[in-house]
């Protein structure tokens, strides 16, 4: 089956600065790539998604590229603020009727 | 906040016990997943119902099985329990062909 790994498990960064998160996958077939941000205590929360046809994908702050080649994605985050601090993880799915996620990067935004 | 829906909220079994997770899925989504997480770990998949049936299974044995029923909650059942079954199971909606799967708040089972 498919394995996610995911780097690094801790991140810490100073408020301002930019923080990347990266992941790699084993199954060329999968074609989905989401990231969920997960606050203690609290439900994993969607911040953003790409599929295997895009390789990169921004949301304001936020932004994913893919490598299909060499089977890794990143997570992009510029500007990190205090309210960014929370665990992150991402997924790979082939036929979104499975999904394996990767093992979490806490993120901690000094202020 | 989304429409997912968990009971119990936290869970308290001894070993060889059985248990049973109930989730109710978000107004007009017809596919549930039901993921394992330990503490520190990312969620691990156990399985997926799409229209009452069993639509893809992650390496879990079959001690874990799950129904879902014509309104598409869903419930996760566990046999034997094993110590190492205390974890956060969350299980996660969406509509089918749909990429995004919005998560319930989880149901903590702790197994003494």
């Known amino acids: ?111 | 906040e989304t429409g997912v829906t968990q009971s119990p909220t936290h869970l308290i079994k001894t070993r060889g016990q059985q248990v049973t997770l109930r989730c109710s899925s978000q107004s007009g989504h017809n596919t549930v997943s039901w993921y394992q997480q330990a503490l520190g770990q990312g969620p691990q998949f156990i399985f997926q119902y799409y229209r009452e049936e069993e639509n893809g299974r992650g390496n879990f044995p079959p001690r874990f099985s799950g129904l879902q029923f014509p309104n598409y909650s869903s419930e996760l059942n566990v046999n034997a329990l094993e110590l190492d079954d205390s974890a956060l199971y969350l299980c996660a909606s969406m509509t089918a062909g749909g990429e995004t799967q919005y998560f319930g708040p989880g149901t903590r089972l702790l197994v003494l």
Not at chain 1, 88 to 99: L, M
């Open chain 1, 1 to 111: 089956g498919e394995n996610v790994e995911q780097h690094p498990s801790t991140l810490s960064v100073q408020e301002g600065d930019s923080a990347v998160i990266k992941c790699t996958y084993s199954d060329s077939a999968s074609n989905y790539f989401p990231w969920y941000k997960q606050e203690l205590g609290k439900r994993p929360q969607l911040i953003i998604d790409i599929r295997s046809n895009v390789g990169e994908k921004k949301d304001q702050r936020i932004a994913v590229t893919l490598n299909k080649t060499a089977k890794h994605f990143s997570l992009h985050i510029t500007e990190t603020q205090p309210e960014d601090s929370a665990v992150y993880f991402c997924a790979a799915s082939k036929g979104f009727n499975k999904f394996y996620f990767g093992s979490g990067t806490k993120l901690n935004v000094k202020p």
